[in-house]
C-alpha cells in the first residue's frame, strides 16, 4: 500500500516537472539560441555580487584592510540585496527550463538553506558595523567567529552552486 501511494506521488511529480519543462518558457528556455547562456551569465555575475559582498564584508571582519571604515561597507547592502534579486530570478528561470534536474536533487535544497543563512548573517555583520563607533577599527572576537561562520557557509554556497551541474539524478529533457 505505501509503496502505491509512493509511486503515484512520483507519477504526480513527474507531471508537473513535464508540465513546467513544456511550458512556452521552459521550452523557449532550453530552446533559444542564447537564452539559457544570458540566463546563466546572469545568474553568475549576481552570486558574483551577493558572495563578493559578503566576501568583502568577511575579510573587514576578520582584520583584512582596517584602514577601510565599516560605514563604507553598510554602502554595500543593497549590492547584496540587488545581487540575491537577480540571483533568485535567474535561478527561478533555470529551474523552470530544467525543473526535474534540480528539484529531484537535494544538493539543490541544501544550496538554497546555506544561500539564506549566508545571506542572512552577512547582513547581520554589515548591520553590526553600522552600530560601530567610525573611529574605532577593532573587531569583537564574537563578531570573527561570525565571520569566519559567514565565509564558510559563502564558500559552501559556490561549491554546491557548481557541484549542482554534475550530481543531477533526473533530466527529462528529449
Known amino acids: 500500500m505505501r509503496s502505491v501511494r509512493k509511486r503515484k506521488k512520483k507519477k504526480r511529480a513527474m507531471g508537473f516537472f513535464l508540465w ?8 523557449w528556455i ?9 540566463i546563466l551569465i546572469a545568474h553568475t555575475l549576481s552570486m558574483a555580487f551577493l558572495a ?3 566576501f568583502t564584508v568577511v575579510l573587514r571582519a576578520l582584520g583584512i584592510a582596517p584602514n577601510i571604515s565599516f560605514a563604507l561597507l553598510t554602502r554595500f547592502a543593497p549590492v ?12 527561478v ?16 535544497y541544501v544550496k538554497l538553506g546555506m544561500l539564506v543563512v549566508a545571506w542572512r548573517v552577512s547582513q547581520a555583520l554589515l548591520r553590526r558595523f553600522a552600530a560601530v563607533d567610525p573611529s574605532d577599527s577593532s573587531v569583537a572576537t564574537k563578531t570573527k567567529a561570525i565571520a569566519i561562520a559567514s565565509l564558510v557557509l559563502w564558500l559552501a554556497v559556490i561549491i554546491a552552486g557548481k557541484f549542482l551541474a554534475y550530481t543531477n539524478t533526473l533530466l527529462l529533457v528529449y
Not at 30 to 38: G, K, L, Q, T, Y
Not at 100 to 105: F, Q
Open 20 to 27: 513546467v519543462q513544456d511550458s512556452a518558457l521552459g521550452t
Open 52 to 54: 563578493g559582498t559578503g
Open 93 to 108: 528561470l533555470l529551474v523552470i527550463g530544467y525543473p526535474a534536474k534540480a528539484l529531484t536533487n537535494p544538493l539543490f
Open 30 to 38: 532550453r530552446e533559444s539560441d542564447w537564452a539559457i547562456f544570458a
Open 80 to 91: 547584496m540585496t540587488i545581487g540575491l534579486i537577480v540571483a533568485i530570478l535567474s535561478g
